[in-house]
T-cell receptor, first 116, second 112 residues
Framework: DAMVIQNPRYQVTQFGKPVTLSCSQT?????MYWYQQKSSQAPKLLFH???????NEADTPDNFQSRRPNTSFCFLDIRSPGLGDAAMYLC???????????????FGPGTRLTVT | EDQVTQSPEALRLQEGESSSLNCSYT??????LFWYRQDPGKGPEFLFT???AGEEKEKERLKATLTKKESFLHITAPKPEDSATYLC?????????????FGKGTRLHILP
C-alpha cells in the first residue's frame, strides 16, 4: 500500500543534543510537510516543500531545519532541542495543486519526541 | 486574520446518539475545507474534502456539509469505534502558494 512512513515512532533526546527525524513516502507526491503538534492543539506547520522548493513558515524557529534529498524522503533536524520542543512531529504529503487543485494531505503516524 | 474554530472542544455521546461537530472559518477565498480523524498517538487520517457551499459528502456514519461560513460533521448513530479527535482544516490563497489552517479539533467520545 502507498503510504507515509516516519521513523522512529518514539525518540528521546537530551536537552541541547541534535536530533533528526525522518519521513519517507511511496505516494509519489510533490509536496511534503512537517508539522509540530502538542497535546490538544492544532498541528502547526513548520515547513513545506513543493518539489525541492523549500518554504519556511515565518514563525518557525531557526533551531528547526529540514532537508529533502529526493522526492521520497524528507528530514527534520532539531539542532538544539529544548524542553518546549517535546511534541508529536507529523510528516504529510499532498499532490501537486496544479494537477489536483487541492491540498488533501496524507499523514504519517508521527514521531513522539521527548526531551530530557 | 484567517481563523478556524471548532466546537465543541469535547463531546461525550452515548452509542447511537446522533450529533454534529462544527467548524467555523474566516478566510479570504476558501479553496477547500478538509475533515480529518485523528486517533490518540497517530497521524490524522483524511476523511473528506468540500469545495463549495452546499456541497455534502458521506462516508458510513459521517456526513460533512459546507456553507459560506462553516462546516458541520454529522455523526449518525455513532459507535464506540468512532471515538477520536476530528480536525477541520481550510485551504486558502497565500501569495503564490496556498496555506492550510487547522482547527484545534473536537475530541469525541462515544460511550457503549
Amino acid at each position: 500500500d502507498a503510504m507515509v512512513i516516519q521513523n522512529p515512532r518514539y525518540q528521546v533526546t537530551q536537552f541541547g543534543k541534535p536530533v533528526t527525524l525522518s519521513c519517507s513516502q511511496t505516494l509519489n507526491h510533490n509536496v511534503m510537510y512537517w508539522y509540530q503538534q502538542k497535546s490538544s492543539q492544532a498541528p502547526k506547520l513548520l515547513f513545506h516543500y513543493y518539489d525541492k522548493d523549500f518554504n519556511n513558515e515565518a514563525d518557525t524557529p531557526d533551531n528547526f531545519q529540514s532537508r529533502r534529498p529526493n522526492t521520497s524522503f524528507c528530514f527534520l533536524d532539531i539542532r538544539s532541542p529544548g524542553l518546549g520542543d517535546a511534541a508529536m512531529y507529523l510528516c504529510a504529503t499532498s499532490r501537486d495543486t496544479l494537477a489536483s487543485g487541492f491540498y488533501e494531505q496524507y499523514f504519517g503516524p508521527g514521531t513522539r519526541l521527548t526531551v530530557t | 486574520e484567517d481563523q478556524v474554530t471548532q466546537s465543541p472542544e469535547a463531546l461525550r455521546l452515548q452509542e447511537g446518539e446522533s450529533s454534529s461537530l462544527n467548524c467555523s472559518y474566516t478566510v479570504s477565498g476558501l479553496r477547500g475545507l478538509f475533515w480529518y480523524r485523528q486517533d490518540p498517538g497517530k497521524g490524522p487520517e483524511f476523511l473528506f474534502t468540500l469545495y463549495s457551499a452546499g456541497e455534502e459528502k458521506e462516508k458510513e456514519r459521517l456526513k460533512a456539509t459546507l456553507t459560506k461560513k462553516e462546516s458541520f460533521l454529522h455523526i449518525t448513530a455513532p459507535k464506540p469505534e468512532d471515538s477520536a479527535t476530528y480536525l477541520c482544516a481550510v485551504q486558502a490563497p497565500w501569495g503564490r502558494d496556498d496555506k492550510i489552517i487547522f482547527g484545534k479539533g473536537t475530541r469525541l467520545h462515544i460511550l457503549p
